[in-house]
């Protein structure tokens, strides 16, 4: 079964620091992975990943793909109370649609 | 911008009530989506469509209906709306499959 999966499900953080948020995935033909910031209202599209190796950076945020081992991870340095949200990670595989993971909480603490 | 718009941001209905959920996309896509989102579970797919009068089940399109009659609308409808059926509801739209989704604001529904 295709399963996207995320960690930590929630992490509370203080101004300043650097988080680490994990995406891994199960698919059959693996096309795409990418990363959502949802606020209060609808999710906004951060990156979209095809590659493996190749850092895509926005900024403090930036966030890598290994399709070797199945996973992507985000990062966030220097963390502000606006980066308080949910991240989505979504994987498009050939044939399909995208599979949303659970998403990460991210509280950011003043 | 590609701007999808949701009717309704709060809707509250009752239990049996027929509700329909409406979406516009103004960028001329093919591609259209209905979502639900409740916690812990992330986003899951209702339905689709690739094109007017085209639609496809999602993951969990039970207790769900949908219609496209304009390339530019998406409107999702709950023949009987049950309580289970409260949870935010995000319309997406996009060119192609596999390229990033542009999301409407979502429909917070409360069904009592």
């Known amino acids: 079964e295709d399963k996207v999966v995320q960690s930590p499900l929630s992490l509370v953080v203080h101004e300043g620091d650097t988080v680490t948020l994990n995406c891994s995935y199960e698919?059959?033909?693996?096309?795409?992975l990418l990363w959502y910031k949802q606020e209060k209202k609808a999710p906004t599209f951060l990156f979209m990943l095809?590659?493996?190796?190749i850092e895509k950076k926005s900024g403090r945020l930036s966030s890598i793909l290994d399709k070797k081992e199945l996973f992507s991870i985000l990062n966030i340095t220097a963390t502000q109370t606006g980066d308080s949200a949910i991240y989505l990670c979504?994987?498009?595989?050939?044939?399909?649609?995208?599979?949303f993971g659970p998403g990460t909480r991210l509280s950011v603490l003043p | 911008d590609v701007k999808v718009t949701q009717s309704s941001r709060y809707l509250v209905k009752r239990t049996g009530e027929k509700v329909f959920l409406e979406c516009v996309q103004d960028?001329?896509?093919?591609?259209m989506f209905w979502y639900r989102q409740d916690p812990g579970l992330g986003l899951r797919l209702i339905y689709f469509?690739?094109?007017?009068?085209?639609?496809e089940k999602g993951d969990i399109p039970e207790g769900y209906s949908v219609s496209r009659e304009k390339k530019e609308r998406f409107s999702l409808i709950l023949e009987s709306a049950s309580t289970n059926q409260t949870s935010m509801y995000l319309c997406?739209?996009?060119?192609?499959?596999?390229?990033?989704?542009?999301f409407g604001s979502g429909t917070r529904l409360t069904v009592v």
């Open positions: 997406a739209s996009t060119t192609g499959l596999g390229n990033g989704y542009t």
């Open positions: 698919v059959t033909n693996f096309r795409s």
């Open positions: 095809t590659s493996s190796g």
């Open positions: 979504a994987v498009y595989f050939h044939g399909q649609n995208f599979v």
């Open positions: 960028m001329d896509h093919e591609n």
């Open positions: 469509s690739y094109d007017v009068k085209m639609k």
